[in-house]
């Protein structure tokens, strides 16, 4: 069984800075890819960024790209997501999901298995 756990979640100002990672474990992730997404109070989930486990193609939302990275560690199974320069309208719950292959990433269908999520609060 896939588990995915997501830390790095908290209360920044705008314009500043946090890492979220997502540790994975229970399969060899060496096919599919796992995906970043976030859901606002009283808004739909949506796509964040997501990145390929064997090959590391990268797909980002146009909402995050230029601010957002993610990469990954493949020894440590795990995925992070750099977020710079911080905007209010990033605060939400932001969950990591793994593919078990490589489907369409923006789309949550694409996903086996999801973590519990972290809070991200951009406040000043």
């Known amino acids: 069984q896939v588990q995915l756990v997501e830390s790095g979640g908290g209360l920044v100002q705008p314009g500043g800075s946090l890492r979220l990672s997502c540790a994975a474990s229970?399969?060899?992730?060496?096919?599919?890819?796992l995906g970043w997404f976030r859901q606002a109070a009283g808004k739909e989930r949506e796509f964040v960024a997501s990145?390929?486990?064997?090959?590391?193609?990268?797909y980002y939302a146009n909402s995050v790209k230029g601010r957002f990275t993610i990469s990954r560690d493949n020894y440590k199974n795990t995925v992070y997501l750099q977020m710079n320069r911080l905007k209010f309208e990033d605060t939400a719950v932001y969950y990591c999901?793994?593919?078990?292959?490589?489907?369409?990433?923006?789309?949550?269908?694409?996903?086996?298995?999801w973590g519990q999520g972290t809070q991200v609060t951009v406040s000043s």
């Open positions: 999901a793994d593919s078990l292959r490589t489907g369409l990433p923006q789309m949550e269908t694409s996903y086996d298995y």
């Open positions: 229970g399969r060899t992730f060496s096919s599919g890819s």
């Open positions: 990145i390929v486990w064997r090959v590391g193609f990268i």
